[in-house]
């Protein structure tokens, strides 16, 4: 494992509980975001936050984070210490079923690419 100050990690998904893990943790590591929408992306990259929370806004306008924001998971999952899967689980109240399948795409392709990493699910799951 590499020292506290160069672990790495991917967070998949930028809604509030991915943004807010990211922005936290790139206070102190490095920390790719990953996303599936473009426009989100290319915001964190400009450092303008994709959602309305205030202190997200705030670090990113005002602090030195070492967060970098791509869509591609494959790359950013292959070389993280750590990946936190924060994937929308949209839940079905007629099915009363939490939609998975984002969550386990993101741990298929961790597997795939960098099985050593460990995994810690944000995602609400029942």
């Known amino acids: 494992m590499r020292q506290f100050k160069d672990i790495r990690i991917a967070v998949a998904g930028t809604g509030y509980v991915g943004l807010s893990i990211a922005t936290l943790l790139s206070q102190h590591h490095h920390v790719t975001a990953v996303d599936v ?3 989100k992306v290319e915001k964190l990259n400009r450092h303008v936050s994709p959602i309305q929370d205030d202190y997200i806004e705030k670090y990113l ?3 030195p ?21 924060a994937a929308p689980t949209n839940y079905d109240p007629v099915k ?28 609400t799951i029942p």
């Open 61 to 63: 306008a005002e602090k």
């Open 96 to 123: 009363n079923y939490f939609d998975t399948s984002h969550v386990e795409e993101v741990i298929d392709l961790v597997l795939e690419v960098n099985p050593q990493a460990v995994m810690v699910i944000k995602s």
């Open 65 to 85: 984070l070492n967060l970098y924001a791509t869509l591609n998971g494959r790359a950013a999952y292959a070389y993280a210490d750590f990946v936190v899967i």
């Open 37 to 39: 929408v473009p426009e």
